[in-house]
């Protein structure tokens, strides 16, 4: 059964970088999915970080990519999040998930559970 | 930046027809699917490519995709079904989500 954890410090200090990581089983990251990941901050909608392949080729939010580190570790069969210059615009629950590609019928079909992050103003 | 506009709320009485829409500029020569979110839980794959369920989704939920317009449908609701619902399209390599949708089954 594929699962998705998410892992990473519960609180970062504004304009200091936050680390996520997201560690895969039951599933190669180095099989045919790319993985993913998505926040949501408190009482709002969903918004798409990146996706990365095991090649370690990556596609960025534009409105994000100045900020964002999305890599992959086969070894490990994890991939992981990095966001620079944290606000308190930052604070939300972080996801990671499974999709199946990056072209126009691209769907999430696993996620992690999330983890909340929180940056103090 | 392509955008996807969902109404905030749908209200809908247990058994009937729920239709829950997601709107983009030529959104019907993209692919659409959608997320189901329930309080305090990862999203969940409803429909994806339009109008194909995943294994384990029950067939009351249905999707489409014409023009402007894709549309999730479920019949014969459930109080199970209150949820948030989200669609996502895939525009010039980005994933794009819509704001959202509140089901409530009143």
């Known amino acids: 059964q594929v699962q998705l954890q998410e892992s990473g410090p519960g609180r970062v200090k504004p304009s200091e970088t936050l680390s996520l990581t997201c560690a895969v089983s039951?599933?190669?990251?180095?099989?045919?999915?790319?993985w993913g990941w998505i926040r949501q901050p408190p009482g709002k909608g969903l918004e798409w970080f990146g996706t990365?392949?095991?090649?370690?080729?990556?596609y960025y939010n534009p409105s994000l990519k100045s900020r964002v580190t999305i890599s992959v570790d086969t070894s490990k069969n994890q991939f992981y999040l990095k966001l620079t210059s944290v606000t308190a615009a930052d604070t939300a629950v972080y996801y990671c998930?499974?999709?199946?590609?990056?072209?126009?019928?691209?769907?999430?079909?696993?996620w992690g559970q999330g983890t909340m992050v929180t940056v103090p103003s | 930046s392509y955008e996807l506009t969902q109404a905030p709320s749908v209200s809908v009485s247990p058994g009937q027809t729920a239709s829950i829409t997601c709107s983009g500029d030529?959104?019907?020569?993209?692919?659409a699917c959608w997320y189901q979110q329930k309080p305090g839980q990862s999203p969940v794959l409803v429909i994806y490519?339009?109008?194909k369920r995943p294994s384990g989704i029950p067939e009351r939920f249905s999707g489409s995709n014409s023009r402007n317009i894709a549309t999730l449908t479920i019949s014969g609701t459930q109080a199970m079904d209150e949820a948030d619902y989200y669609c996502?399209?895939?525009?010039?390599?980005?994933?794009?989500f819509g704001g959202g949708t509140k089901l409530t089954v009143l």
């Open positions: 998930a499974r999709t199946d590609g990056v072209t126009g019928t691209t769907a999430f079909d696993m």
């Open positions: 039951g599933y190669s990251v180095r099989s045919g999915y790319y």
């Open positions: 990365i392949h095991h090649s370690g080729r990556t």
């Open positions: 030529k959104l019907g020569d993209k692919y």
């Open positions: 490519q339009d109008d």
């Open positions: 996502q399209a895939w525009d010039s390599n980005t994933v794009v």
